[in-house]
T-cell receptor, first 113, second 111 residues
Framework: NAGVMQNPRHLVRRRGQEARLRCSPM?????VYWYRQLPEEGLKFMVY????????ESGMPKERFSAEFPKEGPSILRIQQVVRGDSAAYFC???????????FGDGTRLSIL | GQQLNQSPQSMFIQEGEDVSMNCTSS?????WLWYKQDPGEGPVLLIA?????ELTSNGRLTAQFGITRKDSFLNISASIPSDVGIYFC???????????FGKGTSLLVTP
């Protein structure tokens, strides 16, 4: 499968726990983007990363949220001490360059109990 | 991010009809993209537009990049049941990488 791979597809956490969402970009893509989607809404940009660098995290809450894209392995979006308002679908996209079109994974649906 | 307004919010049509939806913005974009999202899945890129005035087709889909760079439309000809889904427009922001999405047009097609 040459597409963007996200896992898990569904994640359930209790308030106060940590959530770790993983994204493997398409082969040959070195640019990764994370978006959040609330029900009946469009996607909202969170963060843009290249290998080992965060380029723009202006859409990501300053507390509890962090993202990384290590030299080896998938990109990780980490949410610490989750709250009910974090419940959403989180999508990862990748592109070959910034000029290229972004291709999305099937998302991780995070539910907070 | 910049606000994108999509209309209509939803459409309910019969198989074989043509469909038109549009997207407007108060800001200029250099790239417009149209995506389709099925329930439980991620958005799938349908058409990308890179130049003002550009008209691009992909099978039964046609999209245009408005000359003012503040709008775009998507047409679907001879709709079929598998066209059902939510269609999103997205504009590439001045940063060159963050996509600004509309709220989507939900399309229902009856056989």
């Amino acid at each position: 499968n040459a597409g963007v791979m996200q896992n898990p597809r569904h994640l359930v956490r209790r308030r106060g726990q940590e959530a770790r969402l993983r994204c493997s970009p398409m082969k040959g893509h070195s640019h990764v983007y994370w978006y959040r989607q609330l029900p009946e809404e469009g996607l909202k940009f969170m963060v843009y990363l290249q290998k080992e660098n965060i380029i723009d995290e202006s859409g990501m809450p300053k507390e509890r949220f962090s993202a990384e894209f290590p030299k080896e392995g998938p990109s990780i979006l980490r949410i610490q001490q989750v709250v009910r308002g974090d419940s959403a679908a989180y999508f990862c996209a990748s592109s070959e360059g910034t000029e290229g079109s972004q291709h999305f994974g099937d998302g991780t649906r995070l539910s907070i109990l | 991010g910049q606000q994108l307004n999509q209309s209509p919010q939803s459409m309910f049509i019969q198989e074989g009809e043509d469909v038109s939806m549009n997207c407007t913005s108060s800001s200029i974009f250099n790239t417009w993209l149209w995506y389709k999202q099925d329930p439980g899945e991620g958005p799938v890129l349908l058409i990308a537009l890179y130049k003002a005035g550009e008209l691009t087709s992909n099978g039964r889909l046609t999209a245009q990049f408005g000359i003012t760079r503040k709008d775009s439309f998507l047409n679907i000809s001879a709709s079929i049941p598998s066209d059902v889904g939510i269609y999103f427009c997205a504009g590439l922001s001045n940063s060159g990488y963050a996509l600004n999405f509309g709220k989507g047009t939900s399309l229902l097609v009856t056989p």
